[in-house]
């Protein structure tokens, strides 16, 4: 039996516990419903929250595509006034805004991916507060009909207590996904030894004149 199954048979236990001690099941059984509203109340607040890092996000990397867009026009009207150094130069800018562009882009994709799973985690909290609404009334009368607290609680018993279980995968979503958004802003701000710089501008050059080379034969052509 999985660690998941045994947790989930305690909680249940653990519910049928509460119906069998309780005085008035039908102030229990409010109850329940009570506390699957306020379940679903933290639930829509943290995808809330999750909706506004994926903007956030978004807005980042939309920010960046602009910058590395706008470093190319600037090159092209360098170029057009037949200073290539200063075309290389803002070529050189528009290469590292394509690395943010990069960095901007995973990062987003991962929040975004993350977001849509708690909120399909909300869908079903709602889905499931519906399902215990509609039988509300069905538990009071069948409450009601019990001769002992015995019999009620074996008629209650059948409670789907998985909506404690899933305040644990909502838990694991958000621990993900703040792993993720510092793996993606330590990619960003990690620090590089000089050897790696060199390397790096190394690179960086030969993106510069592959790009230059580029807007000349664009510009060219188009003559």
């Known amino acids: 039996m999985g660690v998941f199954q045994r947790l989930s048979d305690l909680l249940k236990a653990n519910v049928n516990d509460l119906i069998d001690r309780a005085e008035d099941p039908e102030k229990m059984v409010k109850q329940i419903i009570i506390d699957m509203q306020k379940e679903l109340s933290k639930s829509t607040q943290a995808y809330g929250k999750a909706k506004a890092s994926e903007r956030l996000a978004e807005k980042q990397y939309q920010a960046a595509v602009k910058t590395s867009a706008d470093w190319e026009s600037k090159a092209k009207a360098a170029l057009a006034a037949g200073d290539q150094e200063l075309a290389k130069k803002a070529l050189a800018k528009k290469v590292k805004s394509d690395e943010n562009v990069a960095s ?43 001769d002992t607290q015995k019999t009620l609680a074996k008629n209650v018993g059948g409670f789907d207590a998985s909506s404690s279980l899933e305040k644990f995968d909502r838990m694991e979503e958000k621990i993900i996904r703040k792993e993720a958004e510092a793996d993606a802003f330590t990619e960003i701000a990690g620090a590089k030894d000089d050897t790696e710089d060199e390397f790096a501008k190394i690179e960086t050059d030969s993106k510069v004149d592959a790009e230059l080379q580029r807007l000349m034969a664009e510009m060219n052509g188009s003559n």
Do not use: F, H, P
């Open 104 to 146: 901007y882009k995973e990062m987003y994709e991962t929040i975004s991916n993350q977001t849509e799973a708690i909120g399909d985690q909300v869908e079903v909290l709602k889905a499931k507060l519906e399902e215990a609404k509609s039988r509300q009334a069905m538990l009071i009368a069948r409450s009601k009909m019990a």
